[in-house]
Each structure stands twice: as C-alpha cells, then as structure tokens.
C-alpha cells in the first residue's frame, strides 16, 4: 500500500482523490504523530460494509459458497411475484 505524508496529501488531494478512485487502491496518509489512517474510494468503502454485513448473517457465507457450485441451468429463474414473507 502506497504511503504518503498528510503535508503531501494536502499538496496533491485532486490527484490523490483521483488516484485511489481509479486504482482501487488505499493510500495510508502519515503523520509524524504516529496517527496514520487511511484513503480509499467510495465505492470500495461501500463494498467492504456490504461484505462486513452479509458476513454478519448467521450461514450466509456458506450459503453464497453453495451457490456458487450450482450449475447455471439448475439456478431459479427470478420471479418478482415470488412470496418471499414464508421464506
């Protein structure tokens, strides 16, 4: 992970902005405080709190696994009338 000080952070933020949005890669931001944090986009944040909340659900993430072995043509076929409220 790219490291850069908070006085160059300042000097560049468009860039830096820019950077990690395109790149989905964070940038730690540095202090002579030893109190570092660190930049990352909007979209990867969101993600991360999607993946934090699905891993959060009891069985979800064996659920999702399972999921994935199934053969395409065996998958259901997406019906927005679906009585989901027995489920």
């Keep these: 992970m790219t490291a850069i000080s908070v ?4 000097e560049n933020i468009y860039q830096i902005l820019s950077d ?20 990352i ?3 990867d944040w969101n993600a ?3 993946t934090l909340y699905l891993n959060s659900i009891p ?3 064996e659920s999702i696994i399972e999921a994935g072995k199934e053969p ?12 989901w409220s027995k489920i």
């Design 59 to 61: 069985g979800m993430t």
């Design 72 to 83: 395409l043509e065996e998958c259901s076929v997406y019906d927005p009338n679906e009585d």
């Design 7 to 10: 006085t160059k952070a300042r």
């Design 20 to 39: 990690v949005n395109n790149n989905s890669q964070p940038i730690t931001i540095t202090n002579n405080r030893g109190k570092n944090a660190v930049l």
């Design 41 to 43: 986009s909007e979209e």
């Design 48 to 50: 991360i709190q999607e």
